[in-house]
């Protein structure tokens, strides 16, 4: 899962963790860029789901239907992942990329999810991947 994402707002650096209560992610929006909570853990209150990812397939699937999803661009530079042996690592998204995101909605409850996938490659020490956006 991914556990973390540093982004610049402003003049700010940011970096946040997932495990941070208040964790927000930079989102595009039609008016710029908005910071809005990232997913929800498990002692929030709330009901959207639990966690911070979102299967594409899941997405695609229709299981994220009940709350109103809208893909969204996150405007992350560098994100942390967890590796199968519960090692975490940094990586760059190259520039002119950005990691998808999905912004979920239920009454006056507002969050975004990392949208993710399954690894292409076979080696790879990570079940999960987050899926970048390009174009």
Known sequence: MCVAAYFTLGSREMRVFFSQNNAQLPVAMSGGIQLIAWGRRIKQQGQLPIGGTAFR????????DRHSPKAVRLWIKSFCETDVEGKQHWHEVTSGKWVKGLLATCRNEQRVYIVTIEPVIADTPYERWPDIGSG
């Open 57 to 64: 397939s899941a997405i695609l699937a229709g299981n994220w």
